[in-house]
Nanobody, 123 residues
């Protein structure tokens, strides 16, 4: 069992930055890939960033590539999402998720979810 708690969301102006954090409980964090998803009103939840268990592999959705960076600290059981050059279309609830395996590029690879944190970008 893995429990995930996100933090760091809020209201920011377009062009600004935020860093989301996700603290995980349990002993299996370092063996799992981690991901960040987001869901905007009226839209499906999408996987926007993923990181392998050792942080050697990362992947990003085209919509955030070059602006967002996923990272992790296995000693702290924490995964981060640094978001720069934010746009109003980045407004969504952001969720971190833990995968079943060491690398998880597909949404269906994830089995544990946090409660989400709201990010609102004003124009």
């Amino acid at each position: 069992q893995v429990q995930l708690v996100e933090s760091g969301g809020g209201l920011v102006q377009a062009g600004g930055s935020l860093r989301l954090s996700c603290a995980a409980s349990g002993r299996t964090f370092s063996s799992r890939a981690m991901g960040w998803f987001r869901q905007a009103p009226g839209k499906e939840r999408e996987l926007i960033a993923a990181i392998s268990r050792s942080a050697g592999i990362t992947s990003y959705a085209d919509s955030v590539k070059g602006r967002f960076t996923i990272s992790r600290d296995n000693a702290k059981n924490t995964v981060y999402l640094q978001m720069n050059s934010l746009k109003p279309e980045d407004t969504a609830v952001y969720y971190c998720a833990a995968a079943r395996s060491a690398w998880a590029p597909a949404p269906n690879d994830y089995e544990y979810w946090g409660q989400g944190t709201q990010v609102t970008v004003s124009s």
